[in-house]
């Protein structure tokens, strides 16, 4: 009897999983039931029915969703138009509902703003019912989506009282999409947007998008690519620009658009594109307002500008202030804003890559519109997969300056290595840039809590694209949903995060989440261990895959392995320091001072900011070299214990995911195994060292 009753309890409590093709495309909204029989008991007696009440657009995505999310989860289809007048029922709506107004939440809902919630119980005609509220339509959007992330990560949800806000007002996905379908470093297929297909049909697929989008609170996408095609901005692609705007709306996502500097030239049939010529300010007005004739609520323009081959302000001898400015006054009229890059690195600017952007933007400081804001990368180079935080940040007080990260995997295994990409960005927000004493968190200086800027913003350079599971590698949807979750709020933690999503995406069994949460969070040091040890950077070619120390471009020195690590006789690495390039010193004290030592410069930059001795001795007493090999070497074991211990997860996850994921591994670890194997011959010709560590 008492086996009997082990037994029942260990299996009558669950719920059989029905068998289902997985395929990757319903992302972490898949919705899995709930096995727990009491768990799921508890959700249907909470939510027996449903009230929506915000305005119509919205509430049909709310409606939909929760119709869709709750019937997978609890196995029942839970009734909506239901009244007050048992217990039970889950009440979303904004402000405005009749049913949240007497609830008296106003004040604290106002101050959370359109975008924040509250979830919480509350006593309606003497019954107790759970409320999802919010100051707008996408407040209550995003409550709804927590809400279900709740439901599907099995939390229980007996005493709820949350209380959520955005850290970042912009939330957006930049996608570097080429008006010929192709993305620009991306590694999932095609375009989702099919321009050849728009205004007249919108393939359906956008609406998912915006769902997935939605569920982690983005609230904008740039659609095309930053090296921008100035057609885009025709009446044929702003038709088509529309079309897309129409279907991302409900789902409180705005369009953007990259802009070409160029266009009144390129397009407009003007005979310059100087900001300070009225013919082109002209142009950019009409433009914004054709624009906004089209698509009331655009977000505005994000441009790349003399870099890389894109026009630019400076062939006219003005700055990027001025450039910025002509566009933002072409939309401030209509509420638009104008998001200016800072990746620039202008040779002539200084000799070394990592100074020059700071070098051109920190004199501009104070001198951009209201409604611009400059958009750096997290580090001065080019998204390494370990950069210092770029010194921008903290270094513009009176310019809002808004975050990009990148979550397609340029510079990291595209989407054959699984890379795990939110322990490097949380490296970034939790950096101490000092500038107003100990504490100064790149997180505060995005967030604007630090130097008081009235607009903040975060973007990531997306990894979508048509394959059927997005992201081209499964894991690489954990990046897309990283990325999100840490626009809203950069306090959350990788481990946090890894879980949330293993559980919605794969399983719910605790052994088969530690195990995915172990291999993905160890993911990205095993990237630079066997990509760019102690700091060393940039050890590639032109496709930014595979490794090549010897890499030497002939069109620019900075594209050049040879540029970054200056190996020779005498030892490795770039000399930053105040012998060498200086560009320690755009750092706040003491980082300058830590890092213009390298006894006191952290072991992982170490060869970002100095050039040393093979033989220099480290803290663990390793010479450097042996030290570069022990990383080499790790970093390949580490790929190759990735491949095992995916592998004994077969069986706790899906057959046909496994298998993707297993083939990704194995070419993985024979990338690793090559990285190591290639570095180390290759500056064994300069160490004149043995590569002395074991198993090779
Ligand atoms: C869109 C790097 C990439 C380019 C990219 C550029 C940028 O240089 O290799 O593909 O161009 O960054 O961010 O503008």
Known sequence: MRRFVLIFLLTGMLVPTAARAEDGYDLWLRYAPIENISLRDAYRQTIAGLIVQQSPATA?????????????????????????????????????????????????????????????????????????????????LYGTFHLLRLLSTATPIDRLDIRERPRHQLRLLNHWDNLNGSIERGYAGQSLWRWDELPSRVDPRLRDYARASASLGLNGAVLNNVNA??????????????AIADTLRPYGLKVYLSANFAAPRLIGGLATADPLDPDVQRWWKGKADEIYTAIPDFGGFLVKADSEGQPGPQAYQRTHAE????????????????????????????????????????????????????????????F????????????????????????????????????????MWKEFFDADTFVKGPGSTVAKVADGSLQGQRRTGIAGVANTGTDRNWTGHPFAAANWYAYGRLSWNSSLTAEAIADEWIVQTWSRRPGAVKAIATLMLGSREAYVNYTMPLGLHHLIGGDHYGVMPEADDKRRADWSALYYHRADDQGIGFDRTRRGSAAVDQYAKPNADRWNDPETTPEILLLWFHHLPWNYRLKSGQTLWQALVEHYDRGAEQAARMER????????????????????????????????????????????????????
Not at 657 to 678: C, Y
């Open 384 to 423: 390494m997969p370990r950069e210092p935080y770029h010194p921008l940040f903290g270094a513009l007080p009176k310019t809002p300056n808004m975050v990009e990260l990148q979550i397609t995997q340029e510079y990291l295994g595209h989407s054959t290595h699984l890379v795990y990409l939110a322990p």
């Open 645 to 696: 211990d995916w592998a004994a997860l077969k069986g706790a996850v899906d057959d046909e995911r496994h298998a993707v994921v297993a083939g990704t591994l194995r070419q993985q670890a024979l990338d690793a195994a090559a990285w190591r194997d290639t570095c180390l011959a290759y500056f064994a010709q300069f160490s004149k060292q043995t590569m002395s560590a074991p198993a090779r």
């Open 229 to 242: 095609d100035p057609r885009v901005l025709t009446a044929e692609y702003i038709a088509k620009v529309a």
């Open 323 to 382: 450039g910025a400015n002509l566009l933002a006054d072409a939309v401030a009229p209509h509420g638009g804003i104008v998001i200016w890059r800072a990746f620039v690195y202008d040779a002539g600017v200084d000799p070394d890559r990592v100074k020059r952007a700071y070098l051109e933007f920190v004199p501009l400081d104070g001198t951009f519109r209201d409604n611009v804001l400059v958009q750096t990368k997290n580090g001065p180079l080019d």
């Open 60 to 140: 049909a995505m709310v409606s939909q969703e929760l119709a869709r999310g709750l019937a997978a989860l609890l196995g029942v289809p839970v009734p909506s138009r239901a009244t007050v007048d048992r217990d039970g029922v889950l009440i979303v709506g904004t402000i405005a509902a009749p049913v949240i107004a007497t609830l008296g939440w106003r004040d604290e809902l106002t101050r959370l703003g359109p975008e924040g919630f509250v979830i919480r119980y509350a006593r309606i005609n003497g019954h107790r019912a759970l409320v999802v509220a919010s100051a707008g339509d996408s407040g209550a």
